[in-house]
């Protein structure tokens, strides 16, 4: 399981996950003398949380769980290439309510600044992309040799 390129990738992209819901994603300027606000996966510091946040943290946490379950799919690789897109779509999803909160729900008078963390489930999404086609090649090897049989 493990000696599986694409089992590498999945883990790689489980600790982009996992790094992507402990560090902030960005930080809200106040213009003048305000205070600057952190936005981490499940809230804004300094103003609670917002159901959106909680939705991010859903999704992050449903790639991640996934993305687990996905790695000892390792014996049905149609079912594992499936999952991969599933993780893809939630990823995607997550960037979607990111940039309403972001730029859409923004508090008043304030400037949105991204932070580094935010480009973790990017790093996820191109992981997954490229266990997905290590599992499509193990698949056509596998094809292919029972083509030979």
């Known amino acids: 399981m493990i000696q599986r ?3 590498v990738y999945l883990l790689l992209s489980l600790v ?14 106040a213009e003048g003398m305000g205070v600057t606000k952190t936005f981490y996966n499940l809230s804004i510091m300094q ?3 917002s159901l959106l946040n909680i939705v991010m943290t859903v999704l992050l946490a449903l790639a991640g769980t996934i993305t687990v379950w996905a790695i000892f799919l390792y014996k049905n690789r149609k079912l594992q290439a499936g999952v991969c897109m599933i993780i893809t779509l939630l990823l995607l999803a997550w960037y979607g309510v990111y940039a309403v909160i ?26 997954t992309l490229l266990a997905r086609a290590g599992i499509r090649a193990d698949e056509r090897l596998v094809r292919a040799a029972d083509r030979i049989r």
């Not at 972001?102 to 992981?127: E, M, N, Q």
Request: charged share 10%; glycine share 6%.
């Open 5 to 7: 390129k694409q089992t």
């Open 16 to 29: 982009a996950l996992v790094l992507c819901t402990l560090l902030p994603v960005g930080h809200f300027e």
């Open 47 to 49: 103003e609670g949380t």
């Open 102 to 127: 972001g730029f859409v729900t923004a508090p008043a008078k304030t400037i949105f600044h991204p932070d580094f963390a935010c480009c973790l489930p990017f790093v996820s999404i191109v992981l």
